[in-house]
């Protein structure tokens, strides 16, 4: 499970984001959540969008599927509402932590190939390879490569993940491929569209959330922080400034500068539910 020090880090920063979510707001899945009309922007009813986007995906697995390969299963509650309704899972998932949560929902109603995609074997084929938001940390080509060998004769590539829009000015927040690129790429396979719903607008309202928590308490915590740095020790506090000013800059320009918002979203982003079937290569 050999892997590059920025891949550790985001693993690191998932679990963090599970383990808090858990247990300050309650919540099930690590996904942006799906918010309908009539739901209240709020904090509070981030569950209640999570559970719409799980209910979404659900409804748009085709008929006839049995067998669903989860990559990236995050804690295993959508794996688990999969299997609850017949379906049979197995999941991928490179973390430890994220792993064994799966482990101890799903018991052995399912495998959990602790690993990273690009390194999972198995003999196992299945009718659906589902990454619900883990394609973006994946390579496509590599990633489609892998599932074309995984899904049966007839199988389903299911994608509902973000995506870089071409707008050209500096995009503020990082994350996804770009849709073209991809588009452009699994056009060489032999894999035919049968569904493309962009659902940027019912999931941006999230960034707003997100946006809101970084400007009034993990920015305001921060700088407290600082200042306790500064009186208590404050030699160390100039040398740590002075070394990682890059890093800090980065920090602040990314995350505390205001321009986490679902606006921008709306403009760098696309968020997308793309459904392919394995065809027959001419
Ligand atoms: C944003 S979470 C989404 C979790 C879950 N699918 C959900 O919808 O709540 C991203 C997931 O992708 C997994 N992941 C990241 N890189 C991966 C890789 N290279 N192969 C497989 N899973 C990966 C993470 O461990 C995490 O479970």
Redesign the pocket.
């Known amino acids: 499970m050999k ?1 590059k020090k920025t ?1 550790l880090s ?2 690191i920063g ?2 963090i ?2 383990i808090c979510g858990k247990h300050f707001l309650n919540l ?4 942006y959540g799906y918010w309908t009309k009539d739901l209240e922007v709020d904090l509070a009813n981030l569950r209640i969008a ?1 559970e719409n ?2 209910n979404f ?1 659900i409804s748009h697995i085709p008929d006839g599927v049995r067998s669903i390969l ?6 295993g ?2 794996a688990k509402k999969l299997v609850d309704v017949g379906y049979k899972v197995d999941c ?4 430890p932590l ?1 792993s064994q949560q799966s482990r101890d929902l799903l018991g052995d109603r399912s495998d959990i190939f602790e ?6 074997q198995t003999e196992n084929r299945y009718d659906v390879v ?5 394609f ?3 390579e496509p080509e590599e990633a489609i490569k892998k599932t074309l060998c995984l899904l049966n004769g007839d199988g389903y590539l299911l994608i ?1 993940d973000v995506f870089r829009t071409d707008a050209q000015s500096k995009n503020p927040q990082s994350g996804g491929h770009p849709l073209t690129r991809f588009y452009n790429i699994v056009s060489e396979y032999p894999l035919g569209l049968v569904k493309d719903l962009d659902i940027t607008e019912e999931t941006a309202p999230t960034i707003d959330i997100e946006g809101h928590i970084f400007k009034e308490v993990v920015h305001p915590v921060v700088n407290l922080l600082e200042q306790l740095l500064d009186n208590r020790y404050p030699f160390i506090s100039k040398f740590l400034k002075w070394k990682y000013r890059r890093k800090i800059d980065k920090i602040y320009g990314k995350y505390f500068s205001g321009q986490r918002t679902g606006e921008n979203f709306k403009k760098f982003k696309s968020y997308r539910l793309l459904l392919y079937k394995k065809t027959i290569p001419q």
């Not at 991928?92 to 973390?95: G, I, L, N, T």
Request: hydrophobic share 30%; aromatic share 12%.
């Open positions: 892997k891949e985001r693993e998932l679990e984001a599970a099930e899945h690590l996904h999570q986007y799980a995906l989860d990559v990236g299963c995050g804690r509650q959508m991928v998932s490179p973390s994220l690993c990273y995609y690009e390194q999972l589902l990454f619900s938001e883990s973006q940390y994946i509902c």
